[in-house]
């Protein structure tokens, strides 16, 4: 019989697969604007979520007077998937991972001004740590003070940090993980809309099966990742979330033949050396209610 704990790791473990997946199918469905990937991604949770809606008897009125927050989380989760994408557009699958993997740390950042909970000292130091590792993803030089491409995906990570926290405050004040997941990915499909409207590529069936390919293993991930913290909190379970850039190298490897360089392997083993600080740091302390 498996413990919650180990139920949680699975679950996260899964997640990490899934999303790396995702990554690896996006990139490979080519040449097509990021908001149309974006808009197919999402289309597929919003089909999905909506059933479970429907199965659940799930209503509008679950959200009462939680709809800013419910906005909110969609409004950041929409800018970070955006973000997102361009950045696996126009990197490698695991540096975009790893900038996506930012979020834990801005979300401890977020949590202090939106839930009014207090950052502790380690916790500050590792998210100083972090930025300092994604200096050497973003790789400044005499030429061009950052890569834009990985500026970009900086922003996704913190933009997915402030979805994390406002998730977190909806789940809190009851809002049904389904519904949230539903508004989200709906919000994420309505706001690509008139972009693809405009700017429509035609494409090749075997480009339509990688973006559909996308949507389904992103929406694995976040069905698993919404399980994983059913299972077990975030202390015990946020460091095995970092799998996924181990995934998505292995896969931009032998796939895409995308091999790191070093100040990105560098940037990788800071970020995740500060995370798995945090994470053990955090299990010392007592628990909060």
Request: proline share 4%; with cysteine.
């Amino acid at each position: 019989m498996l413990s919650q704990k180990t139920k949680g790791i699975l679950c996260i473990l899964s997640a990490a697969f899934c999303f790396a997946l995702m990554n690896l199918f996006l990139k490979l469905s080519g040449d097509i604007p990021t908001l149309q990937k974006a808009f197919f991604r999402n289309v597929v949770a919003v089909i999905v979520s909506l059933g479970l809606l429907r199965k659940e008897h799930i209503h509008w009125d679950c959200a009462k007077g939680n709809w800013n927050t419910v906005i909110g989380r969609a409004i950041g989760g929409t800018i970070g998937i955006f973000c997102n994408f361009y950045a696996i557009d126009h990197l490698n699958i695991a540096d975009a991972s790893m900038l996506n993997k930012l979020s834990p740390f801005f979300a401890i950042l977020f949590s202090y001004f939106l839930l009014k909970e207090k950052a502790k000292p380690y916790q500050l130091c590792c998210v100083g740590v972090a930025l300092l590792g994604t200096c050497f993803i973003l790789k400044p030089s005499g030429d061009t003070l950052i890569s834009i491409p990985a500026f970009i995906g900086m922003i996704g990570g913190i933009a997915a940090g402030l979805a994390y926290t406002l998730l977190r405050k909806a789940t809190g004040n009851g809002v049904p993980k389904a519904f949230i997941i539903f508004f989200f990915s709906t919000f994420s499909c309505l706001a690509s809309v008139p972009y693809c409207i405009a700017n429509y590529t035609p494409m090749s069936i075997v480009q339509l099966g990688f973006l559909l390919l996308t949507g389904l293993a992103a929406t694995g991930g976040q069905f698993s990742i919404t399980a994983a913290y059913s299972f077990a909190p975030a202390r015990e379970l946020s460091v095995f979330d970092y799998t996924q850039v181990i995934f998505a190298g292995i896969m931009g490897f032998f796939f895409l033949s995308e091999v790191p360089d070093l100040l990105s392997v560098l940037g990788y083993i800071t970020i995740i050396a500060a995370a798995v600080f945090m994470f053990l740091k955090g299990k010392q302390q007592p628990a909060e209610s």
